[in-house]
């Protein structure tokens, strides 16, 4: 069974700092892989899909790495702002289902 | 941007009681997905839905639970006997196609008291 490790649980960083969220994965077998943003108490907003032949996505501030033979991917996030402060989750899809990291807590300090 | 609808946004209701919860999937999708997320703890998967059946359930997915799509637009999830375990947020997703990553609604939060 999948098991995805998010670290660190909690992050807080000044305003403009860059910053790196990290996610590990047991399973390499995976279709894709995605980062979601949750706000407290609301809904998954999908930031970024990285695709099992992808290495890297971007949009904007976010950048997203994976590399399957370690098991690995991070988001880079560039010159944080005090509205990136929310938790992100790293989500694998093996055989059509996702299974979630616990995700990381950001906090951006103005 | 094409979204996932989910309804109600919270719920509340007694032990014992049963609830339904209501998605509408985005409409050229062919993949639907209920997952839950308690209080604290991981999004954890429920039951995909493919074709008009289920192709996938967790051990979660119990004999009280159950999905339908009854009209061809929406999505639902049934709940015949709620326990107080049963809180939690619910999520609905739907996809295109498999490994084209999911779109999710914004939730239902059931409180079951």
């Known amino acids: 069974k999948q098991e995805v490790t998010q670290i660190p649980a909690a992050l807080s960083v000044p305003e403009g700092e860059n910053l790196v969220l990290n996610c590990s994965f047991t399973?390499?077998?995976?279709?894709?892989l995605q980062w979601f943003r949750q706000d407290p108490g609301k809904g998954l907003t999908s930031l970024l899909l990285?695709?099992?032949?992808?290495r890297e996505q971007t949009s904007g501030r976010l950048n997203a790495s994976l590399d399957k033979s370690s098991g690995r991917s991070t988001l880079y996030i560039a010159a944080s702002q005090p509205g990136d402060s929310a938790t992100y989750l790293c989500?694998?899809?093996?055989?059509?289902?996702?299974?979630f990291g616990s995700g990381t807590k950001l906090n951006v300090k103005p | 941007e094409p979204e996932v609808t989910q309804t109600p946004s919270h719920q509340v209701t007694q032990m014992g009681q049963e609830v339904i919860l209501r998605c509408v999937p985005i409409?050229?999708?062919?993949?639907f997905y209920w997952y839950r997320q308690i209080l604290g703890q991981k999004v954890e998967f429920l039951v995909s839905?493919?074709?008009?059946?289920?192709?996938?359930k967790s051990e979660i997915f119990d004999d009280q639970f159950s999905v339908e799509r009854p009209d061809g637009s929406n999505f639902t999830l049934k709940i015949r006997s709620t326990k107080l375990e049963d809180s939690a947020m619910y999520f609905c997703?739907?996809?295109?196609?498999?490994?084209?990553?999911?779109?999710f609604g914004s939730g239902t939060r059931l409180t079951v008291v």
């Open positions: 997703a739907s996809s295109p196609l498999v490994g084209y990553g999911y779109t």
């Open positions: 399973d390499s077998a995976i279709y894709n």
């Open positions: 990285i695709q099992s032949s992808q």
């Open positions: 989500a694998c899809e093996n055989f059509n289902k996702f299974y």
């Open positions: 409409s050229n999708h062919l993949y």
């Open positions: 839905f493919y074709n008009n059946e289920i192709s996938e």
